[in-house]
C-alpha cells in the first residue's frame, strides 16, 4: 500500500496574480454562452413590455414557454371589450332520475351515462333492406340459435343481448352478407359478449364445437377483429334487460336498499325477460330504444303509473311500442310461458340472470298470427293508429271474439311488495285506462 501524505493531497494556497491588461481571458463554453444569451433575450423581452411605446403584447408573453405557441386572435366588438361565448356545462337531464341517491356515485351522473348509451348506440330498423339475399326469419332463427347455446354454457342473459346487440349493429355497417356466413357473425358476436360479461367465459373451441365444425376457431378469431372494428370497439351498450334489472330494482326498492342488491322476485323478472326475448326476434325491435323496450314489456306485467315512476318515461313515449308488443304478450300468455329452471353450480340467487331458451320461434308464429287479427280489425278503422280505442262490441267478428276471450285468461296474482306488478296486461286497451287513472285531468 502507497501512504500518500497530507501536505501531498492538500492544494497549497497561492496568491492570486493581478492580471495585466495584455492578458488572455480564458474561452466560455458553449452552454454558458446560450444562458448568457437567453438571459438577455429575456431582459430585452421585459423591457420591451416595460416600455410605453410599445404595442400591447399579452402579458404571457413575457414569460417564455418551452413551445412559445402563438396567442389566438381575440375578436373585438365596438366598445373594445373582448366577446365571449359562454357554454352552458350544467347539463340537465332529459330524463329525470328515478334512481334513489347512491353511496357509490351521483344517481344523476349514473342515469345520463344510462340515456347517453341509448342516444350513441344506434340501431337501423331497415338493417335488412341492405342483404337481399336475407329474411327476417333468418334473423330470428339465428337468435333463437344464440338463446340455446348461451343456456348451454350457463352465460348471463346480458352476454346473450350484448351478442345481439352486437349482430344487429354490424350488420348495419354491411352490405350483401349471404346466409352462409350468418353463423359465423352469430357466433363470434357471442364470444365477443362472452369475454365482456362472463366472469369465465367459455374457450373459443367451444364456440367452434356447438357450430358442427361449420366455422373453425380460426374464422371465429379473424371475424372477432372485423366486427370490432366495424363496431369501433364500442362494445357496452345499455341492453334491454339491463333496463329492466334497473326498473325492478326501482320498483321493489324500500327506503332502507340499496341498488346494489336486486331484491325482486326471479320469477317475475323472468317472465317479464321472455317477453322481451321473443320480441327481440322480430326486426321491428330496431325501431325503438333499448329503454323504451324495457318499459314497455314492464307495462305489460304492470301499469302505466308504475312505468313512468321507474323509468321516467311518459305515455306518449311509450305508446308505439306498448302497442306493438301486444300480439307478442298474447302470445306469451296463450302459451303459458315457461317454469324457472335451475343450473347446477349456478347459486339459487342467480339462477334467474342465466339466459333460457323456450320454443320462441313457435310463439313468433302465434304472435304473427295475432297481428294479422289486428290488422283486419283497423282496417277502414277511422281512429287515428296513435289511439289506443277498443273496437264496438256491435263492430267485432269472430276472430276477434275469440282473440278477446283469450285475453281474459290472465295469470294468477304473484303476491308482491308493489300491488301493481305481478298481472298480466290483457290488451292495448287497457293503456288508455291506465292513462286516465293516471292522468285525471
Request: aromatic letters at 10%; a negative charge.
Amino acid at each position: 500500500s502507497v501512504f500518500v501524505s497530507r501536505e501531498e493531497t492538500e492544494p497549497q494556497s497561492v496568491a492570486p496574480e493581478v492580471p495585466r491588461e495584455n492578458t488572455v481571458r480564458p474561452r466560455k463554453r458553449k452552454a454558458d454562452v446560450a444562458i448568457v444569451s437567453n438571459v438577455g433575450v429575456q431582459r430585452a423581452g421585459r423591457w420591451a413590455c416595460n416600455r410605453p411605446d410599445a404595442g400591447y403584447t399579452s402579458p404571457q408573453r413575457c414569460i417564455p414557454t418551452p413551445d412559445q405557441e402563438e396567442d389566438q386572435p381575440v375578436s373585438l366588438i365596438n366598445v373594445g371589450f373582448p366577446h365571449y361565448n359562454f357554454n352552458n356545462v350544467f347539463v340537465t337531464p332529459v330524463r329525470c332520475a328515478p334512481l334513489p341517491a347512491l353511496c357509490w356515485a351521483s344517481k344523476d351522473v349514473v342515469w345520463n351515462n344510462m340515456l347517453e348509451k341509448d342516444r350513441i348506440y344506434t340501431r337501423d330498423v331497415h338493417v335488412l333492406e341492405k342483404h337481399p339475399h336475407l329474411q327476417p326469419k333468418m334473423r330470428a332463427v339465428l337468435l333463437d340459435w344464440l338463446m340455446e347455446v348461451s343456456e348451454v354454457y350457463k352465460m348471463h342473459r346480458e352476454s346473450y343481448h350484448l351478442a345481439q346487440d352486437y349482430f344487429d349493429r354490424f350488420m348495419a355497417t354491411q352490405r350483401n352478407v349471404f346466409k352462409s356466413t350468418l353463423q359465423l357473425i352469430g357466433i363470434t358476436c357471442l364470444f365477443i359478449a362472452a369475454k365482456v360479461e362472463e366472469m369465465y367465459p367459455p374457450k373459443v373451441q367451444q364456440f367452434a364445437y356447438v357450430t358442427d365444425e361449420v366455422c373453425t376457431e380460426d374464422e371465429i378469431l379473424s371475424m372477432e377483429i372485423i366486427i370490432m372494428k366495424e363496431l369501433k370497439w364500442s362494445l357496452c351498450p345499455q341492453t334491454p334487460i339491463s333496463w329492466l334489472n334497473v326498473y325492478m330494482q326501482v320498483a321493489y326498492l324500500k327506503e332502507s336498499d340499496e341498488l346494489l342488491i336486486p331484491r325482486y322476485p326471479q320469477s317475475t323478472f323472468t317472465q317479464i325477460a321472455e317477453l322481451l326475448d321473443l320480441c327481440i326476434l322480430d326486426v321491428r325491435c330496431l325501431e325503438f330504444s333499448n329503454g323504451i323496450l324495457a318499459a314497455s314489456a314492464l307495462f305489460h306485467f304492470s301499469s302505466l303509473e308504475l312505468v313512468e315512476n321507474v323509468s321516467a318515461l311518459k305515455r306518449v313515449e311509450v305508446e308505439e311500442c306498448v302497442r306493438w308488443m301486444v300480439p307478442f304478450a298474447m302470445a306469451l300468455r296463450e302459451v303459458g310461458g315457461s317454469s324457472m329452471k335451475t343450473f347446477a353450480g349456478i347459486p339459487v340467487d342467480d339462477v334467474h340472470n342465466i339466459q333460457t331458451h323456450a320454443s320462441y320461434i313457435t310463439w313468433l308464429d302465434k304472435a304473427y298470427s295475432y297481428q294479422d287479427v289486428e290488422l283486419e280489425r283497423h282496417v277502414g278503422c277511422p281512429v287515428p293508429s296513435g289511439v289506443l280505442t277498443p273496437p264496438k262490441s256491435s263492430e267485432k267478428t269472430e276472430e276477434s271474439v275469440r282473440v278477446d276471450a283469450a285475453l281474459l285468461k290472465i295469470r294468477p296474482r304473484i303476491p308482491t311488495p308493489y300491488p301493481q306488478l305481478g298481472t298480466f296486461r290483457r290488451s292495448a286497451a287497457n293503456f288508455e285506462t291506465d292513462k286516465t287513472t293516471a292522468n285525471p285531468n
